[in-house]
Nanobody, 125 residues
Framework: VQLQAFGGGLMQAGGSLRLSCAASGRIFSINDMGWHRQAPGKQRELVATITRSGSTNYADSVKGRFTISRDNAKNTVYLQMNSLKPDDTAVYYC????????????????????WGQGTLVTVSS
């Protein structure tokens, strides 16, 4: 199983971007999903998380501007980013805490701590 993120790019301050992250493979279920980001010279930080049932949590710095959502049927998590600021410039990584998938032997297995490859968001002033 793997996660692949899409949607990064260059945007002016005040603009909007939507990131997507799709999990691929023979997936049975995914529990908590989320987005983290890492700005140049800084540690990776949590942006937002969402449970399978849709409960969300946000970093204070993005509350009211970013919205996380997911489509369980498509194994995809989204991050709608509005009112972007230069401080939002970072590589954004999606993650899934646990992915349960079908094996070649007809059983299921679980992959823990899954991360996408990252997508760069650059916000100019």
């Amino acid at each position: 199983v793997q996660l692949q993120a899409f949607g990064g790019g260059l945007m002016q301050a005040g603009g909007s971007l939507r990131l997507s992250c799709a999990a691929s493979g023979r997936i049975f279920s995914i529990n908590d999903m989320g987005w983290h980001r890492q700005a140049p010279g800084k540690q990776r930080e949590l942006v937002a998380t969402i449970t399978r049932s849709g409960s969300t949590n946000y970093a204070d710095s993005v509350k009211g501007r970013f919205t996380i959502s997911r489509d369980n049927a498509k194994n995809t998590v989204y991050l709608q980013m509005n009112s972007l600021k230069p401080d939002d410039t970072a590589v954004y990584y999606c993650n899934a805490d646990r992915i349960t998938y079908y094996t070649d032997y007809g059983s299921t297995a679980t992959a823990f701590n899954n991360w996408g490859q990252g997508t760069l968001v650059t916000v100019s002033s």
